[in-house]
């Protein structure tokens, strides 16, 4: 019976071809490993058979902040059993920095260590016990030197790791002192650990002709393969990179991730051997970099509506010790510094201050988070001085439609939704009833306080810089019919395989599951951008695209030759092909087509259109559009204990026509919760030395199942279509959403505002710890005078 094929008659095949196909784009489909990670089978690199003569990685990690190396003796290690190989910064072969953008990442210390964390030793050995314990057996002297552990001492020393750099329109300094209301105001914002469930891992095998195939769990798997080769001194062509999933990115595997693959493929070279480093949780969360915590200081000059007139702010990035990808970092929190709001005249300012501590690196919205949560605290702080809801501040410095829509870059917010979607949004919520709801129960309950706060997100889509707006793709159709897919994106949990493979499946008309989803290798696409800035179905899928229509094309052609009709009459639809009256399966036309000797390979290629940056200027069109968002959290607050519990949170976020609305659903709810988790839970203490303390989950907090809100609505912006030529006019998910978490941290800050008849803004930073939460009722309660800010100071016009 399986082998014996029952040919359909034409009547059923013109059934089957009027029937829509219903796993292309816009469909439901499910994650294509989404059965795989639910039963386990979906492999991860330390899932891989083990090569023979494997060797464990293991790096000794600097426990000072600032030294100098006066000794390091590794003949310790070699006393314990099973050691092969321990190496220092000197035996590196080829070019030691590894620094993404600029140098300043040495593989391994050399000379000098910069932060507690920091590899000074690597060594391997049979096992990973092993090669830990032969690592700490290493005899390494240090002569101690002044760290710099504070980012606001570091500002005022203009201890940085590259230059400041200025966004400027108008003269802010005239609007401020003619502003009828000025404030200034600061605050500190924390910075977050990934904590993605996979940790850094990385295995090697050594080729031929001193080649590697490295299986990196990296999000940016051509900077991987430019390092390593590096760092070998041999030629990018002799370095394949393999990465079929990531266990969770985040942004932290965008540069960091190269450090264990370079390490595994020093000492491979060195001992011809097959090596893995898999970083334990403790030791990845001390040797890698974090969200960048900001301190940030503005003034803001305002009238009697809350309209801004102008504002100054100091954006200053803690950075760490290095500069990895801080230049575009801090940039994009400065692109970030109106969040959804005209700024009058304004002039920002963004430093990258250099610390002791690990280097800070890629988090999801990539600085722009840190310059939106400045500007959402100076929104609540006029509105606390005007005595106003801050929503109805918030909506007063909306950008306008056709006036009001330049940003403080030059850029014009053109096709803006906000008005619409937060007046949907208010209605939804029903925000003005709860807003009464709540002021009637804060009246009534001393200690319980509930707060509310709806919050709007517009955050820019495209690498800021422009040259990483490209992508490749690649497809094969075997004589069989199936597809094989590749492109440059990777997939970390996102679903950007599955949203690529609808829109194959779109083009050619066929099932998914004809689509074989395979790794992400740098021998089949090359010279790709890093999986980040939300791009990775914008690129890639209007990549895989290009690829599929330019084998489409072959095809029609091929059909109009062969059946002698015009390439008009050949359309496919639902795993068929019409050519005129005659309906033939996909495979049977493949098969026609290779018998017709017709290329069934192809490459796709996309570049973004329309984007322009002139950096020096600071001007341009950086982002080819705004993907927007709006969240409405409510908050219960307990005032002796400085608790509280999200109740409901409802949201309503725009995507475009949506490639796929279940994983964009499930990218807006987890975006969403880990952005409360950065402002309301997640805290990174480090002690006087620089040691981070926090660093495992049980000192690090993230958001688990009773942390969610009570009640979570979440709605995709309906019948939208991305007005740019964007992939089936949809538009980036990945990161935006993460901007909606604002809102939960405006609401606790709106519940202990509420102990000042709302007339004081408490000072809290972020993250908002029950502890910070207390000191925030603190001061409501201390203030005799309930029009006095905690947070910002109200200064007298001139
Ligand atoms: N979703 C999951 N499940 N895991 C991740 O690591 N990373 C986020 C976001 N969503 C991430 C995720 C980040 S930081 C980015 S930039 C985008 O996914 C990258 O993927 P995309 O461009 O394909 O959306
Ligand atoms: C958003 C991003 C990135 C970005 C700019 C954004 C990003 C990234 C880079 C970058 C910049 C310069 C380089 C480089 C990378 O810029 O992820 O290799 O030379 O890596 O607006 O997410
Ligand atoms: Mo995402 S921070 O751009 O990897």
């Known amino acids: 019976m399986s082998n014996h094929i029952v040919k359909k008659t034409q009547e059923e095949l013109t059934a089957l071809f009027h029937q829509d196909l219903t796993t292309g784009v816009g469909r439901s489909v499910k994650h294509d490993s989404a059965d795989k990670h639910v039963s386990g089978e979906a492999t991860y690199i330390d899932d891989r058979l083990e090569f023979p003569n494997q060797l464990h990685v293991y790096a000794r990690m600097s426990d000072r902040a600032h030294a100098r190396i006066t000794k390091i003796d590794t003949a310790p290690c070699y006393a314990i059993e099973g050691v092969t190989l321990v190496i220092t910064s000197k035996d590196v072969p080829g070019q030691l920095d590894i620094g993404a953008v600029v140098p300043g990442d040495p593989l391994l210390a050399d000379g000098i260590v910069e932060y507690v964390g920091q590899p000074i030793i690597a060594v391997a050995a049979k096992d990973l016990d092993t090669a830990r314990k032969a690592a700490m057996a290493a005899i ?46 600061k605050l500190h914002i924390g910075g977050q650990e990934h904590f993605y469930l996979e940790t850094q891992i990385s295995s090697v095998m050594p080729t031929e002709d001193g080649g590697m195939i490295v299986y990196c769990s990296t999000q940016n798997p051509t900077e991987v393969q430019k390092l390593v080769a590096e760092v070998l001194g ?107 709001y005209y700024l009058g005249d304004a002039t920002i300012n963004g430093h990258r201050c250099k610390t002791n501590t690990a280097s800070n690196t890629a988090y999801r919205g990539f600085g722009g988070p840190q310059g939106m949560v400045a500007i959402e605290e100076v929104m609540d702080a006029i509105a606390r001085s005007l005595g106003k809801d801050p929503l109805e501040v918030r909506k007063a410095n909306y950008y306008g439609k056709t006036e009001r829509n330049v940003t403080h870059y030059y850029q014009t917010v053109e096709d803006n939704l906000l008005e619409e979607m937060t007046a949907d949004l208010e209605a939804s919520s029903e925000y003005a009833k709860r807003r009464e709801e709540i002021r009637a129960f804060n009246a009534k309950s001393p200690v319980l306080k509930k707060g509310l706060a709806l919050t709007p997100v517009k955050f820019g889509i495209s690498f800021t810089a422009t040259f990483l707006n490209q992508a490749g793709a690649l497809i094969h159709i075997y004589t069989d019919g199936s597809i ?67 084998i489409k094309k072959r ?15 050949v359309e496919f639809r639902n795993g068929h092909v019409r050519v005129r009256d005659q309906i033939l399966t996909f495979e049977e036309l493949i098969q026609q087509a290779y018998f017709g000797q017709v290329s069934l390979s192809s490459t796709g290629f996309y570049r973004t259109p329309k984007i322009f940056y002139d950096r020096s200027q600071a001007r341009g069109r950086p982002f080819y559009y ?98 740019e030529d964007t992939v089936f006019h949809s538009k980036a998910v990945g990161e935006p959403p993460f901007m909606l978490g604002i809102a939960a941290w405006c609401a606790i800050k709106d519940a202990v505002a509420s102990l000042a008849d709302y007339r004081a803004q408490p000072a809290i930073d972020a993250p908002a710890t029950p502890e910070r939460v207390l000191w925030g009722v603190e001061q409501m309660k201390r203030l005799q005078q309930p029009a006095k800010s905690a947070a910002a100071v109200e200064v007298e016009p001139a």
């Open 140 to 185: 390494i002297e240090f002569e101690e030197l002044e760290p710099i552990l504070d980012v606001e001492e570091a500002l005022r020393k203009k201890h940085f790791v590259l230059d400041s750099h200025q966004h400027k329109r108008g003269d802010s300094v005239n609007a401020l002192a003619s502003a009828p209301h000025r404030l200034q105001g």
């Open 234 to 340: 041999v030629p990018m062509n002799k370095i394949v990179i393999d990465m079929r999933r990531m266990g969770g990115g985040f942004g932290g595997k965008e540069t960091q991730a190269a450090g264990p693959a370079c390490l595994c493929a020093v000492i491979a070279h060195l001992t011809g051997r097959p090596t893995k480093m898999r970083l334990p949780r403790v030791e990845d969360m001390q040797m890698t970099g974090k969200r960048h915590p900001f301190f940030v200081q503005y003034d803001v000059g305002f009238d009697d509506s809350g309209r801004l007139h102008g504002i100054q702010m100091e954006l200053a990035g803690n950075c760490g010790y290095s500069p990895d990808l801080s230049g575009s970092i801090v940039d994009r929190a400065m692109f970030h510094s109106d969040n959804a």
């Open 484 to 550: 094989h897919l590749n492109h440059g994106g990777t997939e970390m949990g996102q679903g950007l395989n599955t949203k690529v493979a609808q829109v194959v499946a779109e083009v050619f008309q066929v099932d998914i599951e004809r689509i074989q989803i395979t790794a992400t290798n740098t021998d089949k696409v090359p010279n790709t951008s890093p999986t980040a800035a939300s791009s990775g179905a914008d690129l890639n899928g209007k990549a895989a695209q290009n690829a599929a229509e330019i």
């Open 555 to 569: 095809l029609i052609e091929f059909a109009a030759r062969h059946y002698k009709v015009t390439e008009e009459d």
């Open 626 to 723: 705004y993907a927007y968002g709006a969240a409405c959290a409510e908050v219960l607050v307990d005032t002796l204990t400085g608790e509280y519990k999200m109740l409901r949170t409802d949201i309503l976020h725009d995507v475009g026509a949506s490639l796929n609305p279940a994983i964009d659903t499930g990218q807006v709810e987890g975006a969403f919760v880990q952005g409360m988790g950065w402002l309301t839970m997640e805290e990174l203490v480090w002690n006087a030395k620089g040691k981070l303390m926090t660093n495992g989950p049980a000192s690090y907090k993230i958001p688990a199942v009773a942390d969610m809100p009570l009640d979570l609505r979440v709605k995709l912006v309906e019948n939208r279509k991305n007005p």
